[in-house]
């Protein structure tokens, strides 16, 4: 099966560039209100799972120990900027455990952020692992670890207890062994398991509902979307679509993006997960595809919120508009159909 | 007509992302070497054939006029990172002229080298268009107006005198009627437009040979190509694929790349001209696909030379090799059939 092209970039009256992917929606039993393209693949989530990864963090009591607050379980959920925000918020969260940069093995980045790298520059300053995107979500394991009285070091590799928790609890939301065969490496060094795409599906649907959860692991996804929901700067940063979308719809879209092309999300009210991988791991198509997807499922009062449309212009250096990059036409009605 | 899988990026054991395309390879009279995927389909080439577009600059006289020498030829055809040096290449190629960078419409961009951006940032200074990649084509459209004694202002326009003579080169390379129906606008503002992939191949075979071109003509491109070959630096720089192509095969390979994966070539010994497209636009798949082409055209005495590689590891933030970027099984084969 070939995946269908669901996002086109168009110059003047052509196509310039066409995006392939797969786009599952389902609800906590797994029932499903759309599949587009070949859903049963597996793909690596990367980050797209982090607020999955950081339910440890609440459920092993270490978020309420440390005395962690909305800023810091959603950075725990991030892939951030590098904004001087977001890295000191990494900072307190590992000072918080007694620990600091050094214990990060996530990798030194620039800030993701070209403002926040250039400012950074600016500052005669130099990157550090606090900047790496994945600095929160790497001081929660290192939180978890600490609060269980287990050595942090080598807390990326798969035999160390705080991985072993966080592959148990993906594991169970998406009803899937996840063993070594299906394991490699995430670009931050931890495991990156793949996964059937209509799984990935299911576990935010779950997430998003609670059902088919122990009750303390319900209570602790209820209590980091609503952080995520309260602080979606630190979900992402300036700019980002992740984050227009969380600040959109407080307490009832939650979207995550990760690398090579994925994105997965839930609607509360309808309880419904969403999971979309683009064949050629293009970010840009991806987001396109989750906007034309919450166009589909979330009733809008009014107009679109601002930076998620599933169409925006292609520009030109001086700044026209040359083109545009959009979903296909007819990629609503398709989702509709189921 | 679905393009094939030309390039597969792995995870592990897993293959993460794919990316379609097609490759025309053709000689100076269209006959076709081989053809991957859909040939006949329409492409904007982009910055690929950046150095047919500074045909008129040598044929012109402009060029020695000014006092042009391998440098300032080499960033007239240069996609470049906008690195000091090339810069300061273009505002001497403006100054020349008695013109400077308040003339230039390509627009402002950050060096697109992130060591350049970073070191202009941290020296507290902003970008002007100088800096964007596409100075020097823009500062040989200047000089060419110059030269000819014809105001160049809205020298990006199609009914401008210089964008004229542009358009009548290439579409005379090309063998195609460049109108009204098939131009969109490039990234730095000029007249884009649609070409079929296998006439991008043909105008590369007849720009190798001098073939089916005037003599001053096939000087001109004689020219040009020996200047980037004498100065692979200055047509991309640091670090560039296609700079370690042009330094690898001197007298022999020439290639350039072009925004939203498009790659064109020319094996000047065989008599050969190349296209290639992706049809997502990933610059990563172009140039892993253009190394697969070369390595298949060229006959090479001993090891391949470094950074052309059809296969390069993907690595984690913190160093190690989680994965690989690689043409497809095959493909090589493929291409040797025709």
Redesign the interface.
């Known amino acids: 099966m070939?995946d269908p092209v669901l996002v086109e970039?168009t110059?003047?009256?052509?196509v310039?560039?066409?995006?392939?992917g797969a786009i599952a929606v389902v609800d906590a039993t797994g029932r499903r209100r759309a599949a587009v393209g070949d859903v049963e693949q597996?793909?690596?989530p990367r980050s797209a799972v982090k607020a999955l990864q950081a339910l440890p963090l609440v459920e092993s009591g270490a978020a309420d120990h440390y005395g962690f607050a909305d800023v810091e379980l959603a950075l725990a959920c991030s892939s951030h900027n590098g904004e001087p925000r977001h890295a000191a918020t990494a900072a307190r969260m590992l000072a918080a455990a007694g620990r600091g940069e050094a214990d990060l093995?996530?990798?030194?980045?620039?800030p993701a952020s070209?403002d926040a790298?250039?400012a950074l520059?600016?500052a005669?300053a130099r990157p550090s692992a606090l900047h790496?995107n994945c600095s929160g979500k790497h001081a929660g394991f290192i939180c978890v670890s600490c609060h269980r009285g287990i050595d942090p070091a080598g807390y990326v590799r798969p035999d160390h207890p705080v991985q072993r928790e966080v592959t148990a609890t993906l594991a169970a939301l998406t009803d899937t062994s996840l063993n070594d065969d299906?394991?490699?490496?995430?670009?931050?060094?931890i495991p990156?398991y793949?996964i059937p795409l209509h799984r990935l599906a299911l576990a935010f649907a779950r997430f998003a509902t609670g059902e088919m959860m122990p009750p303390a692991r319900a209570a602790a996804a209820r209590r980091l979307c609503e952080a995520c929901w309260a602080e979606p700067h630190m979900v992402a940063g300036n700019g980002r679509f992740s984050t227009h979308v969380l600040a959109a719809f407080p307490g009832h879209v939650f979207v995550k993006g990760g690398a090579?092309?994925v994105y997965c999300a839930f609607f509360r009210q309808a309880g419904l997960g969403v999971a979309i991988k683009?064949?050629?791991?293009?970010g840009r198509?991806a987001e396109r595809v989750m906007a034309a997807v919450i166009s589909a499922f979330v009733p809008m009062a009014g107009d679109e919120p601002e930076g998620i449309a599933d169409r925006l212009p292609v520009l030109?250096?001086?700044?026209?508009s040359?083109?545009e990059i959009r979903t296909v036409a007819g990629l609503a009605e398709l989702l509709r159909q189921g």
């Open positions: 070939i970039v110059r003047g009256g052509w310039e560039s066409r995006h392939r597996s793909v690596f093995q996530c990798g030194v980045s620039w070209r790298a250039f520059a600016r005669g790496d299906v394991r490699a490496v995430d670009g931050c060094s990156a793949a090579e092309g683009c064949d050629d791991g293009a198509a030109s250096r001086a700044g026209a040359v083109g």
